[in-house]
């Protein structure tokens, strides 16, 4: 107890001599403390209390002689103890005022005879004795220092037999695991201190501390996640997210210093091991008393062997020891570490067998304790493949027959924990791809719909959160729209409960893909309340899942003319600065849709959003990226939001985006310059003033990437519309590789390719160059897809080869003839005057030909 | 025993008993008849279950082992301390052995503890019921160290007050914190699977009831 009296208890200004204690609450708490270790001691250890200590303890006492009854020799002014040492000493000896003790036991009797006054003669007995263990042990065991304490009982050991040393070791290590103790607790006294104070600090200011605090630490995950989600949905791959990586273990070395919990949890854990079901009930009782939300102990639980005893006793048909042990794991389970231990040990084939149980609140104690251990794909895989799947589906269930003639009321509310606490392990469970299918394999889709129809808060955040995964998946999505779900996610979005709110959110930006969602969402008043919950900006994750909502419903045009109406356009265009990225993709994302209409690319201009978007543009985040050229792109089509563009030097940016090294990035750069090409003042010289600007985008045309292609094809269009650019781009070898790239399938690219051939005819001997690099032949194929922007733009870009007389030739021996004959009937006028003047070149040769041939 | 005398039996016992209708206090009075057997009219011995019948229902029907316990248990029914059962004791007894609410089993489980009926469940009372508890291990040099750890470990759970002995309010504020203590010293209540077979068969068939 020396390091903790020294370190910790705070004695008065005169230092360390014969100082006197403060009287300060945590002073007293040591003392107390140090009360119930000697109160205690003669019961735990009867043989070491009679040990008889090196030197008394002396101190000034307020006991009277009166005081001491049977076991004394009480005289006016004296008592001795009728206990002595073997030469016959008594082990207590008071000469009023002094008292001198000898043992623990007399120690123990001392306190229980000064009973209110304990811990005044504590105080004193602390405060005369300022080493006690020197006193109690020796001096070879007041130097006793922390590393060296193994060592010193080895040495001690060794060095002799004497039953004596073997007693004053037990001792010292008492002593040893006390010290720890105080340490601890006043550590743990100071820290709840410190608490206590700021909580009420903060109280005052008028602050919900920890209902905010736990929820921003809750919020980083959600955070990271909602990060991932939106990765994934734009890269279309739907690959399992971990949440926790699987880390090396880092168990406890062996020779640290261990904290005082983890000698008591190792004593619980043998009881464990070797009682029956009371003792094995008590100690688990015991066990769940820890703070089992402290690694320390979560650890402790394990290296001494408890898990494997905790997931035993789930094998057992003593139905108290399973609750008491789901507890505990329960608790434990919160730690990535254990959840992997717990999944190694096999634990979870016999939760998931637990599911099964007659016992409802077993259930719901395997349930949620699967729901802490799925947090990563091995155990996820687990619960699938031992059937939990199916089982943890059967829980939603329940709930169905709450309105059967129920014993009680007790199990009504009981049958909604059940389905409760399933929703929580599949919302664990559905992170996982083969789980999502699963659950929607085992009739899951409609339960969650049910489940989603009640109005309690606690259920609907899992069932949410579930489908909010799940919607990830194509099927789900059709099965949401299906069983009117869409209708009840949009009621919550109306809940107090920010956390529900967010996943109700999320879960229709993943539904929102689908256009018949979108109106749903729309008919079921749900674009209001989520252009109101933009004005919450303090709640990040909120935010991002709300913004993402309103991202995918402005894919319709109906719901922009709604989100203009509710003024969510100059909202959004506030949230352009200073909000963490996954916000800013997905507003920026709203806006790049809303700007598809004229009237919001002027409300986008008025409140200022041309400069914060372009600003945008130096970013590094993909997503953001691909979003952002998009907006400014369709900002760009109005003349005057492109003279702010142009001012801003949004341009350059742009096309300095063309050399990131994302195909996705490059290609949404590309389509936004077109725009910008199109409505800048300037144009021709401004593509010049970018030095090598023009040999980068020729080389784009390189790409395999189709999209990238096609937005270089078109953007290779507007910038040929200068004929000094086309010349220079000429000189770069444009014609040959758009010639290259001729071959192809992709409607998309060939219309762009099309258009981009038929501007660069308009140069030189281009035409004749298309020729030569035989892009003639396979442009006259497009003429057979099915695609009329297709058609229009071949019909186009045949017409202006046409000028040359062997590409005729080659159209001819195509049959482009016939094919372009049909396109004059089109009803597109532009299609019909190209299909015309092309067929006109080719039968003006022809009739050449003849001619000459005759004369 | 006669219909007219069963039928007047049956309502007298229901109108005080809290947790069995009609149908069912009459099967367990069929159920007590038949393992009481049949007792001559007008006889004036005590008609009732003794200790050792008792005790083999509770160990045969309800799984229980623990001598002392089911001892305790007995007490527990025997209010008038006759040392026997009787017939409206064994509806009561039974109506908080198996439907008694939360309130109700506390009390009695405390009173099946409380050995000497002190008001306390004392560090003694506590050793006493524990003692066989835990495995004993060879290496220990003292046995009863464990149980003595034991007994400290629930004092500390439960002793809210602090005094050394576990009082009514100590027990009932740790069973309220947590249900599994309501058993704490013992098992003293029917398992919820023997306590489902023998409702069962009790008030599907109750002359069938045999407890062997």
Redesign the interface.
């Known amino acids: 107890m020396g390091a903790a009296l020294t370190r910790s208890a705070q004695w008065t200004a005169a230092g360390y001599g014969s100082g006197t204690l403060e009287r300060t609450p945590l002073n007293e708490e040591i003392l107390k403390e140090i009360i119930v270790f000697v109160e205690?001691f003669i019961?735990?250890y009867p043989?070491e209390a009679k040990f008889v200590f090196v030197e008394p303890l002396e101190w000034n006492t307020d006991l009277e002689p009166s005081a001491f009854e049977s076991g004394y020799i009480v005289s006016e002014t004296t008592v001795k103890s009728e206990e002595v040492d073997k030469n016959g000493q008594p082990l207590l000896l008071l000469s009023v005022p002094q008292i001198k003790v000898r043992s623990f036991g007399q120690l123990g009797h001392v306190l229980f005879i000064a009973k209110d006054t304990k811990l005044k003669e504590a105080q004193a007995c602390i405060e005369g004795n300022r080493d006690p263990v020197v006193k109690i042990l020796g001096p070879d065991f007041g130097e006793m220092k922390e590393d060296s304490m193994a060592l010193h009982i080895l040495n001690k050991i060794s060095t002799g037999d004497d039953p004596e040393n073997e007693i004053k070791m037990k001792i010292a290590i008492l002593l040893k695991q006390l010290d720890l103790h105080l340490l601890n607790h006043s550590l743990k006294y100071i820290s709840l201190q410190k608490n206590l104070t700021k909580d009420s600090q903060e109280e005052k200011h008028g602050g919900k501390v920890e209902k905010s605090r736990t929820s921003i630490s809750h919020g980083k995950v959600q955070l990271r996640k909602s990060v991932d989600k939106i990765e994934e949905t734009i890269s279309e791959s739907s690959s399992e997210s971990e949440e926790d990586e699987e880390q090396p273990d880092h168990r406890q070395e062996a020779n640290a210093d261990l904290p005082s919990e983890y000698w008591q949890i190792q004593?619980?854990v043998?009881?464990l091991?070797?009682?029956?079901?009371?003792?094995t009930?008590?100690?688990?009782?015991?066990m769940?008393?820890f703070n089992l939300a402290q690694e320390t102990c979560q650890l402790a639980i394990r290296d001494v062997g408890g898990l494997e005893v905790l997931i035993n006793l789930l094998d057992t048909d003593e139905?108290?020891c399973k609750?008491?042990s789901l507890k505990i794991l329960k608790e434990i389970s919160h730690n990535p570490q254990i959840r992997r231990n717990i999944v190694d040990l096999g634990g979870l084939p016999i939760m998931v067998n637990i599911l099964d149980s007659?016992?409802k609140s077993l259930k719901c104690l395997a349930a949620e304790t699967i729901a802490n251990v799925a947090k990563f794909k091995r155990a996820r895989r687990a619960v699938r493949q031992h059937g939990g799947i199916t089982k943890l589906v059967a829980l939603l269930d329940c709930a169905q027959n709450a309105t059967e003639p129920a014993q009680s009321s007790l199990y009504e509310t009981r049958d909604v924990e059940v389905a409760r606490c399933g929703a929580l392990a599949l919302w664990s469970c559905s992170k996982s791809y083969s789980n999502k299918e699963a659950i929607r394999k085992a009739g899951g889709i409609p339960l969650l719909a049910r489940l989603l129809k009640t109005s309690h808060e606690n259920m609907l955040i899992p069932v949410v959160g579930t489908l909010q995964e799940c919607a990830s998946e194509e099927n789900y999505r059709a099965a949401i729209k299906a069983e009117r779900i869409i209708e009840n996610l949009v009621k919550n979005l109306n809940s107090e409960n920010e956390q529900l709110q967010e996943h109700c959110a999320m879960a229709i930006y993943q539904c929102a893909e689908d256009e018949e969602t979108r109106d749903l969402v729309r008919l079921h008043g749900g674009l209001k309340p989520l252009a109101s919950l933009l004005n919450n900006t303090k709640n990040k994750e909120l935010l991002a899942a709300v913004t993402g909502a309103i991202w995918k419903c402005s894919i319709s045009k109906e719901n922009v003319i709604k989100f203009r109406e509710y003024k969510a356009i100059e909202t959004l265009v506030g949230l352009l600065t200073d909000q963490p990225e996954e916000v800013l993709v997905n507003v920026v994302g709203a806006l790049g849709e809303c700007c598809q209409e004229h009237e919001n690319r002027v409300i986008v201009r008025r409140c200022g959003g041309i400069q914060p978007l372009v600003n945008l543009l130096v970013g590094i985040n993909q997503a953001l990226l691909v979003n952002v050229t998009k907006a400014v792109g369709a900002c760009a089509v109005e003349p005057e939001n492109m003279a702010i563009i142009d001012r801003l030097d949004g341009v350059r940016l742009l096309w300095s985006l063309l050399k990131n090294p994302h195909p996705d990035v490059k290609a949404s750069a590309a389509w936004a310059l077109c725009p910008c090409i199109e409505n800048a003042k300037d144009a021709g010289e401004m593509v010049r003033s970018f030095v090598g600007g023009l040999e980068l985008v020729v080389n784009l045309l390189k790409s395999d990437n189709k999209e990238v292609l096609a937005s270089v094809c078109a953007a290779i269009t507007n910038i040929a519309k200068d004929q000094e650019n086309l010349a220079v781009i000429t000189d770069h070898g444009v014609v040959p590789l758009l010639s290259k790239l001729a071959n192809t399938n992709n409607d998309n690219l060939r219309r762009h390719l099309a258009e981009a051939v038929s501007r660069c005819c308009m140069w030189g001997r281009n035409r004749v160059a298309f020729g030569e690099h035989r892009a003639v032949a396979p442009l006259v194929r497009y003429l057979k897809s099915n695609d009329t922007n297709v058609h229009r733009a071949t019909a186009q870009a045949l017409y202006q080869l046409s000028e040359d007389a062997d590409n005729c030739i080659t159209m001819h021996e195509n049959g482009a003839v016939k094919l372009l004959l049909d396109m004059v009937g089109s009803p597109d006028q532009e299609l019909q005057e190209a299909a015309a003047g092309c067929i006109s070149n080719i039968r003006r040769l022809a009739l050449a030909t003849e001619k000459a041939r005759y004369t | 025993m006669n219909r007219k005398k069963l039928q007047k039996l049956t309502d007298n016992l229901t109108k005080n008993c809290k947790h069995f209708n009609k149908f069912e206090v009459n099967c367990l009075i069929k159920v007590f008849y038949n393992l009481v057997g049949d007792v001559p009219e007008r006889s004036v011995a005590v008609v009732g279950l003794d200790r050792n019948a008792f005790r083999n229902i509770l160990h045969v029907t309800f799984g229980m082992t623990d001598d002392m316990i089911m001892d305790r248990v007995f007490r527990g029914f025997d209010k008038d301390n006759d040392g026997c059962v009787n017939v409206s004791e064994w509806i009561n007894g039974l109506s908080v052995f198996l439907r008694g609410s939360l309130e109700e089993k506390m009390k009695y489980c405390f009173e099946v503890f409380d050995l000497n009926g002190d008001g306390f469940i004392s560090k003694e009372e506590m050793f006493h019921?524990?003692k066989?508890?835990?495995?004993k291990?060879p290496s220990e040099e003292?046995p009863d160290e464990?149980i003595?750890?034991?007994v400290?470990?629930?004092l500390?759970?439960m002793d809210h007050d602090h005094d050394g002995k576990l009082s009514f309010a100590d027990y009932e504020k740790a069973v309220r914190e947590?249900t599994?203590?309501l058993?704490?010293?013992?098992?003293c209540l029917p398992?919820?699977k023997s306590q489902m077979e023998f409702e069962n068969q009790v008030f599907n068939d109750p002359t069938d009831f045999n407890d062997m």
């Open positions: 205690h019961y735990k043989h004593k619980l043998k009881y091991k070797g009682g029956n079901q009371t003792a009930v008590i100690a688990l009782c015991s769940k008393d139905v108290k609750i008491g007659p016992y | 019921m524990l066989n508890s835990l495995l291990q003292d464990g003595k750890d034991l400290e470990i629930t500390k759970k947590e599994l203590l058993e704490a010293f013992g098992p398992d919820p």
